[in-house]
């Protein structure tokens, strides 16, 4: 895939905002250079799309707390993780519509690319077989959170403002013991573009307990044991199925590699993200924000 580049030395409230805008519009990935900007004019720069944006609930401990606390850094791990939209795990809120990526500090060995996969091109890539059952059948995410993770992804303080959201949520089961959260969402790994085509746009490939990919055997992946995956239909996502899934994403990504000062803007409901690992020891300083059309 190509990403269209725009070259801006300076943005404000009109020009060059309503090029930037339309750009993105017309194209759904972005990427800018040229700027030089600190949190709060990136934040600034985020807000010329979005008027709300996602408390992405997995960093709290990386949240910047200038500005409106809702920018994070990513993570600063060093690992692969596999492409995914951000934050279609989970039942509330609703799945951000934009991602927005700045780079502070970029690596400098080989690897840490953020990845982009578009999820259009993921599903025609299927078998037959695959894609119509993803296209007929929904999946299940299961998750175990502790309280400051459910408190933070659900906008809620207590345990009793929690279940007064929950019940109303008829997409889930769940239950609470000893604070923690026990859950199942069942949703669709597609979304439907504006156009009426469907993207597979989800987070399977970041929510799996393990993963036995030949590709991948003694590499760091990212996985959390208490993450799984099923079938609608109650049946664990298979790891032949995972191994499809995975093979697909790595002949279509696009490997983005960075340069400090990069803005990567992308639609997050059709592009699936992720990130390579670096080739050595580096430092990787992005800045992430994730927010809600205006």
């Known amino acids: ?81 596999f492409s995914h939209s951000e934050a279609a795990y989970a039942p509330y809120p609703k799945t951000p519509d934009i991602g927005f990526l700045m780079c502070k500090e970029a690596p400098i060995v080989p690897g840490g690319e953020t990845t982009l996969v578009d999820g259009v091109e993921f599903l025609n890539e299927m078998a037959h077989e695959l894609r119509k059952r993803f296209k007929n059948e929904k999946i299940i995410y299961e998750f175990l959170w502790e309280p400051d993770r459910w408190k933070a992804q659900f906008r809620v303080s207590s345990e009793e403002e929690l279940f007064a959201l929950l019940n109303t949520l008829n997409t889930i089961k769940f239950s609470l013991n000893n604070g923690l959260l026990h859950m199942f969402y069942t ?54 199925i995972v191994n499809q899934l995975v093979t697909i994403q ?37 800045f992430s924000r994730f927010g809600y059309v205006l």
Request: aromatic fraction near 10%.
């Open 187 to 240: 949703t669709s790994a597609l979304t439907r573009m504006a156009d009426g085509s469907y993207a597979f746009s989800n987070a399977i490939l970041a929510h799996l307990p393990s993963l036995d990919h030949p590709d991948y055997k003694n590499k760091k992946v990212y996985c959390k044991e208490s993450n799984k995956v099923y079938w609608e239909s109650g049946e664990l996502l298979p790891k032949e």
């Open 1 to 81: 895939m190509d990403v269209k580049v725009l070259d801006i030395s300076f943005f404000n409230d009109t020009e060059p905002s309503g090029k930037i805008k339309e750009c993105f519009e017309q194209e759904d990935v972005i990427l800018i250079r040229g700027l030089d900007l600190d949190e709060n004019r990136f934040e600034a720069l985020t807000r010329i799309f979005c008027d709300d944006f996602c408390r992405i609930s997995s960093r709290e401990s990386l949240r910047k707390r200038e500005g409106d606390g809702l920018t994070t850094h990513t993570p600063r791990e060093n690992f692969f993780l």
């Open 250 to 286: 790595d002949k279509l990504k696009y490997k983005h590699q960075w340069k400090v000062n990069d803005i990567l803007i992308f639609n997050n409901l059709r592009y699936m993200h992720g990130r390579e690992m670096t080739q050595g020891v580096s430092n990787r300083e992005l």
